[in-house]
């Protein structure tokens, strides 16, 4: 038996799958919650209940990050990797948020397509944080969310053009628009991610 | 006498306490803007020459950096605090510009609030800065900077609602939305701040 | 004949030098599409293919700073400028994008000044990059980058006091705001860059 004397930190790969697990739990919240007959106050609750998870997650990794044990990858990386995991939960939770302090009652049809994308992307981000250990097949990860962000950009684009249609007043518009740049801004920090993810595996290669 | 060859260099810590100090002087000229007979211009005037003191406090630690000398902790570190440090500035200075620009006359009441957990968030910062020396006592420094970044959030939640309340004109919420954003900002650049300090002291413990 | 075992990679300056010769063309289309009797969709789609080309510069950057190559300067300064030049495409084609998308037939005079400010910077970064090579007679490209950053300001500001005169309905301003804006992150992003030159000669001298 050969003994590694530094021993890479294989516990990442967990924290970043649970990281991205937790936004999995984020975005289908976010799905209920504009639904028509959502019970609103209680999905907030879980939302911030969420948002805390997410917190902590972080928190840990950083712990960890700073404790200067050895790293399976550079740090810069590992930093980037979960701030940006982060952003992506602070901007739904932010959307969720905002529609309550607003009392928003009808939504644009347009924000059921943009938490869809949200969804999608969250789900193949938790499924290939597990493989940054072996670093098996990411490319058709970060290929994906490339093409989802590009739709999350359409939906978003159209979404402003409704919003100034002249069906809305400006105060309301004013409040969707927040709401539906926090559901964009979510969809960039996915993108952040899959970037992070790419060079990774680029420098590994 | 024992020579340390590579002496760290101990005056990073005054242009941290430095450029703190010049926040609480920034913060200050904030709470006197934004009561009831402030000479607004001549306030404003004092604060331009505020930020600039600032700008020129982060050249100077930007130019120490980069001169290669050794450093008493990561350069990446120096260079975070010091850049959340001026966002502080910048964002608080924005607001004393956006409320000219805008002949904003009246603010309301929430905004106090919102300056008085600036003022405090500086005050601590300014006192917690020297102490990086000989990293004591720092944990209490951030844990309370969490809790007013805290109560900035609920403050400027708020604020956002009241200005939505029906009370003002589109426009005028705009505007005020403007300044009320700013000051959130700053607050944030605050904790930012505070992040940079934890992760200074953990590395080191 | 002196070999060098690890030749330092020249190919980088001419990537930067490519990346902001873009950004001159990108400057020129805005300067195009605000011009009185502009094809407005024909220029919008040389826009894009600008701004394409520009993201393959970048992530060609990006792949070479990957590579572990030896790289001319830190690897974290290249990344930084890398980015940068980047963020002012993205934010001149995000105006260029509002434009269409808003519809917006009249722009305030104002912006014909701001889209001035971003020609002639783009032309001096350009010229720059070059010289990154000898680091030869940069101070005043940085210098002169500042004053055009301080001369954008001031026009945003005029134009900000400008949409909120009372010319305008809410909705109009809502949407010349977000172009406005677009192009003054623009001139911050050439700030960003040229702070970045600045650092890589300090840490050089």
């Given amino acids: 038996m050969r003994l590694r004397l530094r021993p890479r930190d294989d516990s990442y790969y967990e924290m970043f799958a649970d990281s991205a697990n937790n936004l999995v ?3 289908r919240l976010l799905a209920e919650l504009i639904s028509e007959d959502a019970d609103r ?5 879980r939302m911030r209940a969420c948002e805390h ?3 902590e997650r972080t928190h840990a990794i950083m712990r960890r990050l700073n404790s200067k044990t050895a790293t ?3 740090r810069e990386d590992i930093y980037r990797l979960a701030s940006s995991l982060d952003d992506v939960m602070d901007s739904m939770d932010a959307a969720v948020d905002l529609i309550g302090l607003y009392r928003l009652e009808r939504l644009p049809k347009g924000i059921i397509a943009q938490v869809e994308v949200l969804e999608r992307a969250a789900e193949i981000t938790a499924e290939a944080m597990p493989r940054l250990r072996t670093m098996d097949d990411l490319a058709r990860y970060w290929i994906e969310i490339n093409q989802l962000e590009n739709q999350a950009d359409q939906i978003y684009r159209r979404l402003l053009a409704h919003l100034f249609s002249g069906e809305y007043d400006a105060l309301t518009v004013m409040k969707l628009k927040d709401v539906v740049e926090e559901l964009e801004t979510a969809a960039d920090a996915f ?3 899959a970037n992070t993810v790419e060079s990774i ?3 590994k290669s």
Same sequence: chains 1, 2, 3.
Avoid: I, Q, S, Y
């Fill in 25 to 27: 739990t984020g975005a």
């Fill in 41 to 45: 106050e209680a999905v907030g609750e």
């Fill in 53 to 55: 998870a997410g917190d």
């Fill in 72 to 74: 399976p990858f550079d």
């Fill in 191 to 193: 993108e952040h991610v």
């Fill in 201 to 203: 595996v680029v420098k």
